[in-house]
């Protein structure tokens, strides 16, 4: 049965390439997938110990960060390679000053497997969240380098937990330790005989880290001028259509906008600013004589989010109406309220803080209406409060990149 699905897996990923290469004409991200696997990477890399980390896109290197740059604070003659599958994620971070290499991840082949460890000779190996490539793991463990997966969760309807599972349960298997965010991951892992620990997402101490720098932004400050702020970041179309109403109604009452779209390229950002008035102003367009007399502003850079977070009063974060929400906690470090959309089953951060009273999800702009008027009514103070709550959620789950270190340090990995 194993030998069947390791043909089916190879099959796959050899079908999964023939598809990227007819779409590569035809669209953007395949083609830059295609282009980025062009040349087999490169490692010239001259000290003893390296360590290999790999991330899907962006928001697992947001997991990875704290660890990677923690591990070269305790170990800076370590060596780091960093990989990524998505082109998003490469093109955005591969100049990351943390990391000796940044890579592409080739192509999942057995051949490809062999080829890429020996090249990157790697002491330990550190996969974020999802990963799951069965050629590399599975050479992994057949050279007994040692891997750990962290900030992973797991749900009891994925692969690994159906009869036909074998494959993905035997790639678990690969791992000297997988470090999960909660008791329903462990406890699933159990029921299918896989050791586990539990350890805050990582994400936590990435964003209580990046509130700590107190990035300020000049010609943020000229446009707040001390007037409340809704800030809406990665946000897609069905998200921007419900902010859109926002500021056309004016919701909440003497409110400023900030629209950060997960996608700046194309013709989106000039629809955007035709929807939202005459008023509004890209990012790039300010100056320190028109800020304060803009309503609204667009960024349009990759990089300040995070920072620009701690403008804002209130915070809606998209892809609620998409794959997934985004990430919430950059914006809930800041003591703000959160809101998103109907899908954010696969983010666990975002249920917890709806349980905890500082996150809320949406469907509609009535629903959406309703929870800003109850923010910014006279005659309460639930903004404050749910404000108080997420920021306290986020500063209860700090610390699991220091767990993980110290793990690492005490198995002499690292």
């Known amino acids: ?67 990677i740059e923690k591990i070269k604070k305790g170990k800076p003659s370590h060596q780091i390679i960093l990989s990524f599958f998505s082109p998003s994620g490469y093109e955005v971070r591969k100049n990351y000053k943390g990391a000796d290499a940044v890579v592409y991840l080739p192509l999942d082949t057995h051949k490809n497997a062999i080829k890429f460890i020996d090249e990157v000779q790697p ?12 050629n590399l793991l599975n050479e992994i463990r057949l050279r007994k380098i040692p891997a750990i997966l962290i900030s992973s969760t797991f749900r009891k309807d994925q692969i690994f937990f159906t009869w036909y599972g074998g494959l993905h349960r035997s790639m678990l ?57 809704l800030i809406a970041g990665s946000t897609w179309p069905a998200d921007e259509d419900l902010i859109v109403e926002c500021i056309k109604n004016q919701i909440p009452k003497d409110y400023k906008y900030i629209i950060a779209p997960h996608e700046i390229s ?44 701690s403008y804002g009063n209130i915070a809606y974060v998209g892809g609620g109406f998409d794959a997934s929400v985004h990430n919430i906690l950059e914006a809930a470090v800041y ?22 009273g500082g996150g809320f999800t949406i469907s509609t702009f009535p629903e959406l209406q309703q929870i800003l008027l109850s923010f910014t009514s006279g005659s309460t103070n639930s903004l404050q409060t749910a404000a108080q709550k997420a920021a306290t959620y986020v500063s209860n789950h700090v610390g699991g990149t220091e767990q993980i270190y110290s793990y690492l ?6």
């Open 266 to 309: 194309g013709n989106r950002l000039q629809r955007l600013l035709q929807r939202t008035g005459a008023n509004t102003k890209l990012y790039s367009q300010l100056t320190g004589e028109n800020a304060e007399l803009t309503n609204v502003i667009i960024i349009d850079n990759y990089g300040m989010l995070a920072s620009a977070y």
């Open 123 to 134: 002491n330990l190996v550190i996969f974020v969240k999802y990963e799951f490539w069965f």
């Open 173 to 229: 298997n690969c791992f000297a330790q997988i470090f999960v965010q909660n008791t329903i991951s462990k406890d699933l892992l159990n029921g299918i005989q896989v050791k586990s620990a539990i350890a805050p997402d990582t994400r936590f101490d990435r964003v209580n880290e990046i509130a700590k720098q107190k990035v300020t932004f000049p010609l943020l400050e000229k446009f707040k001028n001390g007037r409340p702020i």
């Open 335 to 356: 003591a703000q309220p959160v809101m998103f959309g109907p899908n954010y089953n696969k983010s666990i951060e975002a249920k917890d803080l709806i349980a905890s």
């Open 1 to 67: 049965m194993l030998s069947f699905s390791v043909f089916a897996y190879n099959l796959f990923i050899r079908l999964y390439s023939l598809a990227l290469t007819l779409a590569a004409p035809f669209h953007r991200k395949a083609k830059a997938w295609k282009e980025g696997r062009k040349n087999f990477p490169s490692i010239h890399l001259s000290a003893a110990n390296r360590v290999w980390v790999h991330c899907a896109s962006l928001g697992e290197f947001e997991q990875a960060r704290p660890l």
């Open 409 to 414: 340090i005490h198995q002499e990995y690292i």
